[in-house]
């Protein structure tokens, strides 16, 4: 980095608010944030090019371990990418239970990040409320899949395991439950008079800075950008009535508000899932083949692209990844925290963002 | 004095760029300004953060959709898209440059003037 001031204030790699390595460097005047940098490399895996000459059987477990705490989608853009490339179609019973996986998925980690958040700006009762309901929303994810975290649930042209009634009678009494104790929390965090002064015009990021870096997700949403949800395109999302949830102030309030909400609509989509869920059968079989094809999917963070070449074999020939988190991060450095009035804020401000160090390196 | 935690970073940022769609969206670029990929890599490196790296793609992007739209002379020489997209070069000293072209466009082709505003650019971004 190129010095402009006397005062270069690292942050990290280790720092108790982060989850994962990751080092900033901020250089400021006084309290002010002039500029700031981010500094990778701490915890590459290179999954990418372990992935590459195998086959699609082995690079589907490869492809959840890119991020443990979004790993069913991506197992399901994977998979959904074969899908692409090979023509393989979806029995309905399976595509909405892959909806209904994915949803608990992006639950988990929508209360993660705002307990991160929370966390972060030390309101610990509040976060460790969200750490526990979170547990539930586990517990739901493991009755289907098997698995809380690397579920390995949907294969090509279909899913692993079938919802069975009784599981389904829980599942929706423990949503009550969650539905209930996440509008009690966000409640408190939505009135909080504290939260609202370490949250509210903190970290802002305008629409067209949020377009400039292409900013995915909650992010984007958070600063009003309309269309940024890839759940939109989706046919069985499509044929449950989704619509995008967007705020326009563009702080760090409205992050973590968009990704409460969230929480309530996935609940909403789980339920329309579980009652309109059509019989049939789960699994439609198929063959994969050779082909290049992209493909991207809604994770909770934002879009995810893989973009996949197979040969004849079934076999990965080349894979690339592109996770939200790159785009969220970048952003986050240069257009939230750069001109931030105070260094206190910039751990807060950078954990609203819901960075996965994990995603970014791969 | 050099601190210990102060890494030589050159490396890590030159994998990134030759990962496959860093290297294609380099290319791009390199083409796009008329310069060799390997003083373009240089360049990037010297500029630009590991995240800033990461998400060039992204932003090359939403730069060709969304910048310089309207103005030919801008357009052509890509002042907001290498400022503000991929901050290459300085506002000011875009400006100038395109300043520059556009007055230098009233008395000469076009073609030419905006063919000696990418001069400028180019030697703006390997200064």
């Given at each position: 980095m190129k010095k402009t001031v006397d005062v270069s204030i690292p942050l990290g790699p280790?720092?108790?608010?982060?989850?994962e390595p990751v080092r900033i460097k901020c250089e400021t005047a006084g309290e002010r944030v002039l500029r700031t940098e981010i500094e990778l490399?701490?915890?590459?895996?290179?999954i990418e090019r372990i992935m590459r000459g195998r086959p699609w059987q082995e690079v589907m477990f490869l492809a959840e371990r890119v991020c443990g705490i979004c790993s069913v989608i991506h197992n399901m853009v994977f998979i959904e990418t074969m899908e692409k490339i090979s023509d393989i179609a979806v029995p309905p019973r399976a595509a909405y239970l892959r909806v209904v996986v994915n949803e608990l998925d992006r639950m988990a980690s929508h209360i993660l990040a705002n307990f991160s958040y929370c966390y972060t700006i030390e309101h610990e009762t509040l976060a460790m409320y969200l750490l526990n309901i979170r547990e539930t929303v586990l517990d739901n994810l493991e009755r289907i899949?098997?698995?809380?975290?690397?579920?390995?649930?949907?294969i090509p042209g279909g899913v692993r395991f079938d919802l069975l009634p009784e599981d389904a009678a829980v599942m929706l009494a423990d949503l009550m439950k969650v539905e209930e104790e996440m509008k009690r929390y966000t409640r408190i965090f939505e009135t909080g008079p504290l939260i609202a002064l370490r949250s509210?015009?903190?970290g802002y990021m305008n629409r067209e800075e949020a377009i400039r870096a292409h900013t995915v997700g909650p992010t984007a949403r958070a600063s009003g950008?309309?269309?940024?949800?890839l759940r939109l395109c989706h046919p069985t999302y499509q044929a449950l009535g989704f619509t995008q949830v967007t705020r326009t102030e563009g702080d760090n309030f409205a992050r973590v508000m968009v990704r409460f909400q969230e929480v309530f609509q996935s609940i909403d989509l789980i339920r329309k899932c579980v009652d309109t869920l059509?019989?049939?059968?789960?699994r439609g079989g198929g063959l994969c083949k050779a082909g290049t094809a992209s493909y991207s999917g809604e994770a909770p963070r934002g879009e995810l692209t893989y973009t996949i070449t197979t040969d004849d074999y079934g076999r990965v020939v080349d894979i690339t990844i592109r996770t939200p988190s790159i785009m969220n991060v970048e952003a986050c450095a240069?257009?939230?925290?750069?001109?931030?009035?105070?260094?206190?804020d910039v751990t807060s401000t950078f954990i609203s963002s819901d960075p996965c160090i994990a995603c970014n390196e791969r | 004095m050099k601190y210990l935690y102060e890494k030589d970073l050159r490396q890590m940022k030159y994998n990134i760029l030759t990962s496959t769609r860093h290297d294609e969206t380099v290319r791009a670029v390199a083409q796009r300004l008329g310069m060799s990929d390997a003083k373009l890599r240089r360049a990037l490196i010297q500029k630009l953060d590991m995240s800033f790296l990461e998400n060039l793609e992204s932003r090359w992007q939403m730069g060709q959709k969304h910048?310089?739209?309207?103005d030919p002379v801008a357009e052509e020489l890509g002042c907001e898209l290498f400022?503000?997209?991929?901050?290459?070069?300085d506002t000011e000293a875009m400006q100038t440059i395109y300043s520059d072209t556009t007055a230098m466009a009233q008395n000469t082709p076009l073609d030419e003037a905006i063919r000696r505003g990418k001069e400028r650019i180019r030697e703006a971004i390997l200064s």
């Amino acid at each position: 980095m190129k010095k402009t001031v006397d005062v270069s204030i690292p942050l990290g790699p280790m720092h108790p608010c982060w989850k994962e390595p990751v080092r900033i460097k901020c250089e400021t005047a006084g309290e002010r944030v002039l500029r700031t940098e981010i500094e990778l490399g701490y915890m590459k895996k290179g999954i990418e090019r372990i992935m590459r000459g195998r086959p699609w059987q082995e690079v589907m477990f490869l492809a959840e371990r890119v991020c443990g705490i979004c790993s069913v989608i991506h197992n399901m853009v994977f998979i959904e990418t074969m899908e692409k490339i090979s023509d393989i179609a979806v029995p309905p019973r399976a595509a909405y239970l892959r909806v209904v996986v994915n949803e608990l998925d992006r639950m988990a980690s929508h209360i993660l990040a705002n307990f991160s958040y929370c966390y972060t700006i030390e309101h610990e009762t509040l976060a460790m409320y969200l750490l526990n309901i979170r547990e539930t929303v586990l517990d739901n994810l493991e009755r289907i899949t098997g698995s809380r975290i690397n579920t390995a649930y949907m294969i090509p042209g279909g899913v692993r395991f079938d919802l069975l009634p009784e599981d389904a009678a829980v599942m929706l009494a423990d949503l009550m439950k969650v539905e209930e104790e996440m509008k009690r929390y966000t409640r408190i965090f939505e009135t909080g008079p504290l939260i609202a002064l370490r949250s509210k015009g903190i970290g802002y990021m305008n629409r067209e800075e949020a377009i400039r870096a292409h900013t995915v997700g909650p992010t984007a949403r958070a600063s009003g950008v309309e269309d940024s949800d890839l759940r939109l395109c989706h046919p069985t999302y499509q044929a449950l009535g989704f619509t995008q949830v967007t705020r326009t102030e563009g702080d760090n309030f409205a992050r973590v508000m968009v990704r409460f909400q969230e929480v309530f609509q996935s609940i909403d989509l789980i339920r329309k899932c579980v009652d309109t869920l059509p019989e049939g059968p789960i699994r439609g079989g198929g063959l994969c083949k050779a082909g290049t094809a992209s493909y991207s999917g809604e994770a909770p963070r934002g879009e995810l692209t893989y973009t996949i070449t197979t040969d004849d074999y079934g076999r990965v020939v080349d894979i690339t990844i592109r996770t939200p988190s790159i785009m969220n991060v970048e952003a986050c450095a240069h257009a939230m925290i750069s001109e931030a009035t105070s260094i206190a804020d910039v751990t807060s401000t950078f954990i609203s963002s819901d960075p996965c160090i994990a995603c970014n390196e791969r | 004095m050099k601190y210990l935690y102060e890494k030589d970073l050159r490396q890590m940022k030159y994998n990134i760029l030759t990962s496959t769609r860093h290297d294609e969206t380099v290319r791009a670029v390199a083409q796009r300004l008329g310069m060799s990929d390997a003083k373009l890599r240089r360049a990037l490196i010297q500029k630009l953060d590991m995240s800033f790296l990461e998400n060039l793609e992204s932003r090359w992007q939403m730069g060709q959709k969304h910048a310089d739209n309207g103005d030919p002379v801008a357009e052509e020489l890509g002042c907001e898209l290498f400022t503000r997209f991929i901050p290459l070069v300085d506002t000011e000293a875009m400006q100038t440059i395109y300043s520059d072209t556009t007055a230098m466009a009233q008395n000469t082709p076009l073609d030419e003037a905006i063919r000696r505003g990418k001069e400028r650019i180019r030697e703006a971004i390997l200064s």
